[in-house]
């Protein structure tokens, strides 16, 4: 990914690694440190988790665990640049966050309307951006500097 693409779509896509790795890094220690107050507080006082399920500590912890594994794989991808890495972190990300967003979009009741739009917007970049970066890394064909191809492009052997 680093050696074909443009300076500037590699270092718009590490941000965007960087920064779900980062969210998910925030949410899972959050979640790790303090359980009770992910429950009750998260985001931002706002309560979205708490309008759902009922508490549990067991399960709060094992999802803070699991988003600090997706923090991981993805600041990896991010650190590394390489293209099967990259892809599978943001395919592991996308198993998460497509189930995720899909729950709350039919479960979106309790909220206020300035609380369902940015839970919306929120989850749907969490599907958009990764989406976004696979189709950056697979779905457009790049085409090699210098002397062309007798087809007009030369092909990553990596593909």
């Given at each position: 990914m680093a050696t074909s693409s443009s300076a500037l779509a590699t270092t718009y896509s590490i941000w965007k690694l960087v920064g779900l790795g980062t969210l998910q890094a925030v949410n899972g220690l959050y979640?790790?440190?303090a359980?009770?107050?992910?429950?009750?507080?998260?985001?931002?006082?706002?309560?979205?988790?708490?309008?759902?399920?009922q508490y549990s500590e067991h399960l709060v912890r094992?999802?803070?665990?699991?988003?600090l594994a997706t923090a991981v794989v993805l600041l990896a991808a991010a650190v590394y640049l390489e293209r099967r890495l990259v892809a599978v972190a943001l395919i592991a990300f996308l198993a998460f966050s497509l189930?995720?967003?899909?729950?709350?979009?039919?479960n979106l009741e309790?909220?206020?309307?300035a609380d369902l739009l940015a839970n919306v917007l929120?989850?749907?970049?969490?599907v958009v951006v990764p989406a976004l970066l696979l189709y950056l890394l697979y779905g457009?064909?790049?085409?090699?500097?210098?002397?062309?191809?007798?087809?007009?492009a030369r092909r990553d052997p990596a593909r």
């Amino acid at each position: 990914m680093a050696t074909s693409s443009s300076a500037l779509a590699t270092t718009y896509s590490i941000w965007k690694l960087v920064g779900l790795g980062t969210l998910q890094a925030v949410n899972g220690l959050y979640a790790l440190i303090a359980p009770r107050s992910f429950y009750d507080d998260y985001p931002f006082g706002r309560g979205w988790v708490a309008a759902l399920p009922q508490y549990s500590e067991h399960l709060v912890r094992d999802v803070g665990g699991l988003f600090l594994a997706t923090a991981v794989v993805l600041l990896a991808a991010a650190v590394y640049l390489e293209r099967r890495l990259v892809a599978v972190a943001l395919i592991a990300f996308l198993a998460f966050s497509l189930p995720h967003s899909i729950f709350h979009a039919f479960n979106l009741e309790p909220y206020s309307t300035a609380d369902l739009l940015a839970n919306v917007l929120g989850l749907g970049a969490m599907v958009v951006v990764p989406a976004l970066l696979l189709y950056l890394l697979y779905g457009i064909p790049e085409r090699a500097p210098g002397p062309a191809a007798a087809d007009g492009a030369r092909r990553d052997p990596a593909r």
